[in-house]
Structure formats: C-alpha cells, structure tokens
C-alpha cells in the first residue's frame, strides 16, 4: 500500500491509522460553518465507520499534519 501525510490527503480517501484503524478523510476543521477558513493550527477531520451495533461514532480531529498513514481509498469528493 501506498503512505501518504495527512496534509496532502484529499476529501474522500480512506486511510489506515495506526491507532484508529480505517478512518476517512472529511477535509479540514473551518472556523465557523459560513467561511472555508480554515482554523490554524491545521485540524484535519475524519469519519470513523460504524460501530459493531450499527451507531456512528463521532467524527475524529487530527492536529499533526505530518504524520504518515497508509492510504486504502481514493475516492475523492465523495461528500
């Protein structure tokens, strides 16, 4: 599989973290809901997948934009 830093992911892949397994890429955390601001430091949002009851978790923020994950999914824009 390919390894990708989280700062050059686009909305849609999905990754593998070491920590939090298959999580896929939302795009960055924006100051208010009207702007594409986005928040400096950098917050890079993910959706995690359904639990084994079927409930969604909550959405996952990562802060290190250098970090390396394996990226699984190109699917971009699926948003």
């Known amino acids: ?3 990708i ?3 050059n992911l686009k909305v849609g892949y999905g990754v593998n973290h070491k920590e939090h397994g298959y999580i896929q890429y939302r ?3 924006t100051k208010n809901p ?3 601001q986005p928040i400096i ?3 890079y949002v993910f959706w995690l997948p359904v639990d084994e009851n079927g409930n969604t978790l909550p959405d996952l923020v990562l802060t290190d934009g250098n970090e390396v994950v394996e990226l699984v999914d ?3 824009n699926s948003f």
């Open 1 to 3: 599989m390919e390894s």
């Open 5 to 7: 830093l989280v700062k």
């Open 27 to 29: 795009g960055l955390a």
């Open 34 to 36: 009207y702007t594409d």
């Open 41 to 43: 430091p950098h917050r």
């Open 74 to 76: 190109k699917i971009e």
